[in-house]
């Protein structure tokens, strides 16, 4: 059989519990976010809303989503570092496309955000979904160190994010990891990112400051409500002495500071820890209330292209990801984590008595209490002679009988109250076993984008068939529609599977018919985790016709030739037909085979590509404009739907075409394009920065003649665009 190695990201994935999302999610123990509710900022501090006063988290900084830090992000690991750690915040590295300030070191495909943005949604969700089960703080970080670039896709990110997750409590966002620029960039850009996440949510912003955000005295002018500007040191190189200055100097304007990043060890996290600074900056940021996340929770080692790399600034020692609760329990912390740990568990906080503060004495009341979901009932802990009300029925009944995890506060007949916490039952992880929707074209998306053969049996790998769940237990998948997608177990002998893989038995999926397929995973339980009975939903549709990449939007000379413009049929071979400004030939255009011939008239022609549903594919339209001559001087403006320019030049990779009020670009290159509008005077009057494929909306520029410069590095095209009234 033949099949396409998975990406290694993929395999990196815990599993992914069917139907899960963060809207819904509740918390099932008290902590932080309980006591402080939603973050705010006053007076130089990060304030509490339920408290009114200012709030201190400490937490751990996951790494770069990449690779190596993937693993961590999951709920496993997030449930273990909560109880273990006591961490009252977690920030999310969101890995975007580059790791340095230049473009010469660029996260793999498929693990940067850029490159797969749905998988990293779904991610997030996770994250938040887990965070919101634990009580705990989330900051969702912006990780580039040129996010100047990106403003584009952080604005629709960050605006996403809001909209999405923005009247939780747990949510915080961290807009621009480290800038090495200027403040006035840095203004620049916030006050293009934020009035996006305004607009659905008061959340805190964190936002980024010169100097690898090393300088939040250097902020300014920026007015929005609810904003902390990062503090990042590594304190064997940053003595407090000086860049906690920088801080007092910021906290004094009225500026609160939050330390997003920090590390024991020298700044580009290589050396050895050095506990004495560290141990000066815990007493600082302790004293000022200054809220931080350690950098950061990975293993020491791992191992790239054959070379093996040490991080001391790893919170875990050795080289095993550490993906399961048995791998986190036996694991070993590094010198750098051994520093961190002792400040994180030795100041971590009973949230639980803080939610029944000042209502916790009486005959009936008792200190708060954790059991087991196990347990079966809680009624030991209640006092004798009391009578109890549950807040929650559903953890713990009014008698003490143990329901689900959760809390519950348990108010006795005297109107004291106590907590009871009941611990769930860790659930196991099975590899791979994930929602995912295949198509008949070839690939197959979920989380991450991944791809399996086209050959005589469509399928893909699940995993080695001998594999167990993470914790240890043999677990059996089934189809319950094996008609459309069947389970089997076949061997890897082609070039493409991976090392693991490679002439062993794998599960795989092999699809048969279009439909959707429920795939139900399960294994007995094992010592301290439950049994697995899990549900994902596996979808095979047809496969989306593509043209070839000749079919494009084009400016020809008049009488010019596009030799290949308007094939006869799909990438796939299905016969397409073409239409000409909505009508089957035109005057302007002629299509000879595959070429398109330019007509004698300046003009503009929209042609659309048709191609019908096939057996495996679905209907298919497509849509490209053809400009003839001077585009400005078209015959036909009258024919067509609001095109009033297109533009592209031979020697260059943009394209850009205006449609009434909307400006598509487009470049055969990948990377961000800016777009410069001018009016006739000189005067710029919007500038924005977009990706390769973008469509920009000019509807708010007045009417009048413009000229509209995009470059892309150094290639730059210049077009003439008029706004007339509609």
Request: aromatic share 8%; glycine share 8%.
């Amino acid at each position: 059989m033949k099949m396409r190695k998975l990406l290694p990201c993929l395999m990196a994935l815990a599993a992914i519990p069917a139907f899960a999302s963060a809207s819904t999610a509740v918390a099932k123990k008290v902590g932080p976010v309980s006591h402080y509710g939603t973050l705010g900022s006053a007076n130089g501090k990060v304030i509490g809303s339920k408290t009114k006063q200012p709030a201190i988290l400490r937490g751990m900084s996951w790494f770069w989503s990449d690779a190596t830090g993937l693993p961590y992000y999951s709920k496993t690991v997030l449930d273990w570092a909560t109880d273990n750690l006591k961490i009252d915040v977690i920030r999310f590295a969101l890995g975007i496309n580059y790791y340095g300030t230049d473009t010469k070191n660029q996260l793999s495909n498929g693990y940067s955000y850029l490159s797969a943005p749905d998988g990293y949604k779904v991610t997030i969700d996770q994250m938040i979904e887990a965070a919101i089960e634990n009580d705990i703080y989330i900051i969702i970080d912006w990780h580039s160190h040129q996010a100047n670039s990106e403003v584009a896709a952080a604005k629709s990110f960050f605006a996403e994010m809001a909209q999405k997750y923005g009247k939780i409590p747990n949510v915080i966002f961290e807009i621009f990891n480290e800038p090495t620029g200027s403040w006035s960039e840095v203004a620049n850009y916030a006050n293009q990112v934020i009035p996006g996440i305004r607009a659905s949510s008061e959340n805190l912003v964190i936002v980024g400051n010169p100097g690898w955000s090393s300088q939040p005295n250097a902020a300014s002018g920026l007015t929005y409500s609810n904003l902390a500007y990062s503090l990042h040191f590594y304190a064997a190189s940053h003595p407090v002495s000086g860049y906690g200055a920088n801080a007092t100097q910021a906290m004094n304007a009225g500026k609160a500071v939050f330390a997003t990043e920090y590390g024991t060890v020298n700044y580009d996290g290589a050396g050895t820890p050095n506990s004495s600074a560290t141990n000066a900056w815990f007493d600082f940021m302790d004293q000022n209330m200054i809220s931080s996340c350690n950098w950061s929770l990975r293993q020491v080692q791992t191992t790239e292209n054959g070379n093996v790399k040490n991080e001391t600034s790893a919170f875990f020692d050795g080289n095993v990801e550490l993906k399961s609760k048995a791998l986190l329990d036996a694991a070993k912390t590094s010198t750098s984590g051994d520093i961190v740990k002792k400040y994180l568990v030795g100041k971590g906080r009973t949230w639980a008595d803080s939610l029944v503060k000042g209502k916790n004495t009486g005959s009936c009341a008792f200190k708060s209490t954790v059991v087991s979901e196990l347990a079966g009932t809680a009624a030991t802990t209640l006092k004798s002679g009391c009578t109890y009300t549950s807040s929650n029925t559903n953890v713990i009944d009014n008698s003490g009988a143990i329901k689900g995890a959760g809390f519950a506060v348990m108010t006795g007949n005297d109107g004291s109250q106590s907590v009871i916490t009941v611990s769930g039952v860790p659930a196991q992880t099975v590899p791979s076993f994930q929602d995912l929707t295949c198509t008949y074209a070839g690939t197959c998306t979920s989380n991450r984008a991944i791809s399996y053969s086209g050959g005589t049996n469509r399928e893909w790998v699940v995993t080695t068939a001998d594999a167990q769940t993470l914790e240890g237990s043999k677990f059996t998948l089934t189809s319950l529609n094996p008609d459309i997608v069947a389970v089997k177990t076949v061997t890897c002998t082609s070039t493409s599977c991976s090392g693991s893989q490679k002439g062993k038995q794998v599960l795989v999926y092999e699809f048969k018919s279009f439909g959707t397929a429920k795939i139900v995973a399960t294994a007995p339980a094992v010592t301290g985790y439950k049994a697995v009975q899990d549900t994902v939903t596996v979808i095979y549709d047809k496969g989306s016709n593509k043209m070839t990449n000749n079919f494009k939007n084009t400016l020809l000379a008049i009488g010019g030739v596009a030799e290949k413009l308007v094939p006869d049929t799909t990438m796939y071979h299905t016969p397409v037909t073409y239409t000409f400004n909505g009508k089957d030939s035109s005057p302007y255009v002629i299509k000879q085979g595959n070429a398109l011939f330019a007509g004698a008239q300046n003009a503009i022609v929209q042609i659309t590509a048709n191609a019908p549903e096939t057996e495996v594919y679905k209907e298919f339209h497509m849509t490209i404009t053809v400009g003839v001559g001077d585009t400005t001087q078209a015959v036909n403006k009258g024919e067509i739907q609001g095109v009033n320019m297109i533009s592209t030049r031979a020697d260059l990779p943009l394209r850009a075409t205006v449609t009434k009020t909307q400006l598509a670009v487009s470049s055969d290159r990948k990377g961000d394009v800016e777009v410069n509008v001018f009016s006739v005077n000189g005067q710029k009057v919007m500038s924005q920065t977009v990706s390769e494929n973008a469509v920009l909306s000019l509807a708010s520029i007045p009417h009048g003649s413009y000229l509209i410069v995009i470059s892309q590095g150094a290639s730059q095209l210049n077009v003439k665009w008029n706004k007339t009234a509609e």
